[in-house]
């Protein structure tokens, strides 16, 4: 179990403040060109909620609200 971010040329190049406190990456690969990058974490437990790590994706899963 995961949670995965794609970066298109946007990656931060300091992880220690990126997503407040999750820590660094488990794998970072290079998906394309330098600077293309599928960053993952590897998850202790499976997520039941996406909405936990990202609020903004929930317009996208409930398009009635």
């Given at each position: 179990?995961v949670?995965w971010?794609d970066?298109?040329g ?9 997503a407040?406190?999750k ?5 970072i690969v ?16 499976p997520?039941?909620?996406i909405?936990?790590?990202?609020p903004?994706?929930?317009?996208k899963?409930?398009p009635?609200?």
């Open positions: 179990n949670v971010i970066f298109d946007n990656a931060p190049a300091d992880w220690s403040d990126f407040e406190g820590g660094t990456p488990s794998l290079q998906s394309s060109i330098e600077g293309r990058q599928h960053v993952y974490w590897r998850l202790e437990t997520l039941d909620n909405i936990e790590i990202d903004s994706t929930k317009p899963l409930e009635n609200m």
